[in-house]
């Protein structure tokens, strides 16, 4: 090689190949495929078994049961119990107008209590608080009507005073709804009961509302 080849810088072309600083990136192609999925899917309407009431008055709150817990099931140990935390609802249907409490566990949205509003439940104030009420009714979230005892705990006073009146003029109306329809067949209990276990067995689904 004469000194004159040696002292020559090399051509971009080698460059090129040599992979220098000056190398022109490869040119990237874009993908024009398409994908069509193995398996359609179409959306399907889904019913909470709510779509004919109204909601008559909602707040947060925190749901406790009183009873046996899964590891003393027969043991007669009852104890308080936290069911969820949710919207306590309630509701009144638009056919009947016959009221009831319907309230589902956040996120799950899962039932944890379903009762008619009995004319005969009485709020009593928890012991030691001034934010929950406790009660006695036919609830009917498990699927069959079952008397539960629940608690109620609100964020403060003023909550759990405002929901006691609504929960009192609903109790007040369904009374007279009641009364309506008793004149002259069974008595207040019978009729109450049969409401009871009419209103609770409403159609409800876990699931998203």
């Known amino acids: 090689m004469s000194e004159q080849a040696a ?8 460059k090129a190949v040599a992979g220098g600083e000056d190398a022109a990136p490869p040119k ?3 993908s024009t495929a398409t994908f069509e999925p193995v398996v359609k899917l ?4 889904v019913k909470t078994g709510e779509e004919d009431e109204e909601v008559l008055h909602s707040v947060r709150s925190k749901l406790f049961i009183y009873g046996e817990t899964m590891l003393n099931v027969g043991t007669g140990n009852k104890t308080w119990n936290e069911r969820g935390i949710g ?14 409490l319907l309230m589902r566990q956040e996120k799950t949205m899962k039932v944890i209590a379903n009762h008619a509003l009995d004319p005969r439940i009485k709020l009593e104030p928890n012991v030691g608080s001034d934010r929950s009420w406790v009660w006695s009714a036919f609830d009917f ?4 009507l079952a ?3 629940f608690a109620l ?3 403060d006073s003023d909550i759990a005073n405002e929901f006691k009146v609504k929960f009192t003029e609903g109790q007040k109306e369904m009374e007279k709804l009641l009364a309506g329809e008793d004149k ?3 008595d207040d209990a019978a009729q109450a009961d049969e409401a009871a276990q009419a209103l609770s067995a409403l159609s409800t689904k876990d699931g998203e509302s």
């Open 141 to 144: 979230a498990d699927g069959e």
């Open 42 to 45: 179409e959306e399907v309407e």
């Open 28 to 30: 990237e192609e874009e």
């Open 7 to 14: 002292a020559d810088p090399p051509k971009e072309e080698e």
């Open 184 to 186: 002259g067949t069974a």
């Open 147 to 149: 008397e539960t005892v």
């Open 153 to 155: 705990r609100f964020g």
């Open 87 to 100: 919207e306590a609802r309630i509701l009144r249907h638009r056919e009947h107008q016959r009221l009831r």
